[in-house]
């Protein structure tokens, strides 16, 4: 992976010389050490941690639902929120959130059933490395915390940057306009991961009719026929918005905004009070202009999540 691991060994370094006071810290994943490996005149740099369990995205496949229940979101979303205020990334998905394990006899019969019977593999001819097939883990009985990991594309936050990043669908506006960025697209990134592992689906597709495939255009669409229009002083910032919207401030695919439902009048499994305590803390997350999310903080300190977690 060449430069990007490069990167992540030295965001684990910078890590290492933030405070351990903060209450985040054991909610990231740590750097235990690192060493190279010469193979075929290649370089391989390897990073040990800790062992986790499966991903949040694998956990919750588990479930037939495909939903992750209430109590579990909001334990994945303070200690996700925890993480955020003691470290920032460019983005987060459910695939970045590890589970802990506390259960290390899990590791203990891997070990004895690959003695017993190996798994496959096979030996590359070229280098004589061998590769093995992947094997899983029973479910063990006593899982740890989540914990956020995956540094490899991460980026000093303290910064204002220009980059083009997260995953189609979880891009913040300021990302697609060319606004310059900062912290509170991880923010917005939550507010669109939760969407996906409580409801079973994007909030935002970003499916173009005309082109079949995602376009930021119809991102942008999915956006306002959620929020609204984007605020003019938004769009002055960004060095794209020319292409979305005239010069009055209109957005030039006037097709695609068919189906505007606001966010505070969208369809969830939750019901009563409870749905509009859900919809509060996504509204938090879902604003256009960054400075008006809230911060990891204080979504860390939110009422639904303490709610479902007591």
């Not at 694998?58 to 205020?85: E, Q």
């Not at 942008?220 to 060095?239: F, H, S």
Request: with cysteine.
């Amino acid at each position: 992976m060449g430069q990007q691991l490069d990167d992540e060994l030295s965001m684990y370094k910078r890590m290492e010389k933030s405070s351990k006071r903060c209450q985040g810290h054991h909610y990231v994943r740590t750097l235990l050490d690192s060493f190279e490996i010469d193979r075929a005149s290649t370089r391989h740099l390897c990073l040990v941690h800790p062992p986790l369990w499966e991903s949040v995205w694998a956990f919750l496949h588990r479930n037939p639902i495909g939903r992750l229940p209430p109590p579990v979101l909001a334990g994945v979303l303070r200690s996700l929120f925890l993480a955020l205020d003691y470290l920032h990334t460019e983005y987060i998905s459910a695939g970045n959130i590890m589970i802990g394990i506390e259960d290390d006899s899990v590791f203990g019969e891997f070990e004895e059933r690959e003695i017993q019977d190996p798994g496959p593999r096979k030996v590359v001819d070229s280098d004589g490395r061998t590769i093995y097939l992947s094997q899983d883990l029973r479910i063990p009985k006593q899982i740890g915390h989540p914990v956020l990991c995956d540094f490899g594309s991460a980026v000093p936050g303290d910064m204002e940057h220009l980059e083009d990043i997260q995953p189609n669908h979880y891009r913040a506006p300021e990302v697609i306009l060319g606004v310059p960025w900062t912290y509170s697209v991880d923010i917005w990134n939550v507010g669109c991961m939760i969407w996906d592992i409580f409801e079973g689906g994007p909030l935002f597709t970003g499916h173009d009719p005309e082109f079949k495939k995602y376009r930021s255009r119809a991102h942008l669409a999915d956006m306002i026929n959620l929020l609204g229009p984007p605020p003019t002083g938004l769009l002055r910032e960004g060095k794209d918005s020319s292409r979305f919207f005239t010069e009055k401030y209109e957005f030039r695919a006037q097709d695609l905004l068919k189906n505007h439902v606001p966010l505070e009048e969208r369809e969830t499994t939750l019901e009563g009070q409870d749905k509009v305590e859900f919809l509060r803390l996504m509204w938090r997350m879902l604003q256009w202009e960054p400075e008006k999310r809230s911060s990891a903080k204080e979504l860390a300190e939110d009422r639904w999540l303490y709610k479902h977690l007591h």
